[in-house]
């Protein structure tokens, strides 16, 4: 998911309020309590639970970026509830804005309400992104291209060499991102161990760039990576 345009991260800055919230909490939002959050520390997974109360996830939220932004989007007027849950698979630091006071910060200027607009829109774009992956592609190729746009939405690949994963998530929030479960992951990542494609530096995940070779040979998996991660 890509970052708030510095624009929008400003009202924040300017007007939020401080907030935490816990390792296995859920971030209200909607009519919960109408509130839009913007990250400054931690990470979140934006999913919903299916009918086998699984959380089945559409994005990870990470510093910089909004929860309960497209609640006030769609409904400007009122707080409304929608079916998508946040939650901190680490503790989370966030600036917290009212229902009514984002909708107004942005209504103060039609530039604001464009860039809103517009940063919304390409968000859509990733968590079609993420559903594509979980819904079409193996176990295997989904972690391959989570890792790859983890590294590229903090710097660029180091060709030929080893990439640390930016994001420190457990092997229970990989499987959950995946929309797979603990010991496929844990097996999977074991294998690429062995084939020296991943180790790691105390508590430091890294990846070998050979790793994503199937991804950059394939430009429809190169687009999804990339646009995970803008």
Known sequence: MPEEPREIQDIFRSKGK????????????GIEKAAV??????????????AGDRLQVFNILLPGRCVGEFDAAACPDRPVAFPINAACVRPVEALSLDH????????????????AMRSCIWKHHCTMEGMICNYTLPVEM????????????YYRLSEGGWNP?????????FATVVSSNRS??????????????????????????SLFDPIRGNKNLREIARTRAA
């Open 142 to 153: 989904r972690l391959r291209v989570l890792l790859y746009s983890l590294i590229e939405a």
């Open 18 to 29: 401080p907030v935490r919230f816990s390792l296995g909490e859920m971030i209200p939002h």
């Open 100 to 115: 009514c006071e984002y909708v107004s910060a942005l209504r103060s200027s039609t530039s604001l309400m464009e860039t």
């Open 165 to 173: 994963i930016p994001v420190p998530l457990s092997v229970t929030a």
């Open 37 to 50: 959050h913007l990250l400054t520390k931690g990470v979140v997974l934006f999913g919903y639970y299916d």
């Open 184 to 209: 496929w992951v844990s097996r999977l990542f074991s294998q690429w161990s062995s084939e020296g494609l991943l180790k790691k530096d105390g508590r430091m995940l890294l990846v070998h760039s």
